[in-house]
């Protein structure tokens, strides 16, 4: 888990929007159910970045044996990261292609005004508790470029749904052609 808390370059960063909070999500159509899914953040990656050869180690993150580095703009996007998944509960996830050989590994993008969209890479699994639904563990969260190639969608209250109860989540067949709309035929 987070510490609540990071110093960093003398200032102290607050990392309380980063604790697991519990979120409901409606059921996809046909579906009267509300499920229950707890949300975590498995890695420091929401507020770091990759370390580079130049960086100083008063910027240096060493959470979860990761050697990561303090990234400003990430942990400014970050702060959001609850509202993301409110206004992700209402629509699409995307598969994961960096992660094709796990089954369970998806992304939400939110684009906001003037800002490259956010990514966020999460893994879901069946809640083994009466009390939750679904365990949605974040792995990431960073700004990616406008013309960043998204994968096959799913709808994300399908996502949630399936996953609760332990069915397979099908990916478009990646092999059928598309026509000029760019829709698989």
């Given amino acids: 888990m987070l510490p609540v808390e990071f110093r960093c370059q003398c200032e102290t960063y607050c990392l309380r929007?980063?604790?697991?909070?519990?979120?409901?999500?409606?059921?996809?159509?046909?579906?009267?159910?509300?499920?229950?899914?707890?949300?975590?953040?498995?890695?420091?990656?929401?507020?770091?970045r990759k370390r580079q050869p130049d960086d100083k180690p008063d910027v240096w993150v060493n959470t979860f044996d990761d050697p990561r580095t303090f990234c400003p703009e990430r942990y400014e996007r970050s702060k959001n990261i609850r509202e993301v998944f409110v206004w992700a509960s209402r629509g699409k996830a995307f598969f994961a292609d960096e992660w094709r050989e796990r089954e369970r590994r998806f992304l939400v993008v939110k684009a906001e005004p003037a800002l490259d969209p956010l990514i966020v890479p999460f893994e879901v699994e069946p809640a083994r508790s009466k009390k939750l639904d679904v365990i949605l563990n974040v792995v990431s969260a960073y700004p990616a470029p406008h013309d960043a190639r998204l994968s096959d969608r799913v709808y994300f209250p399908t996502l949630i749904a399936k996953t609760a109860r332990g069915e397979i989540i099908s990916r478009p067949n990646p092999n059928k052609s598309r026509g000029r709309s760019g829709r698989r035929k």
């Fill in 17 to 48: 929007h980063l604790r697991p909070f519990v979120m409901n999500v409606e059921g996809p159509k046909g579906d009267p159910r509300v499920y229950k899914v707890r949300i975590a953040f498995t890695s420091t990656h929401c507020f770091t």
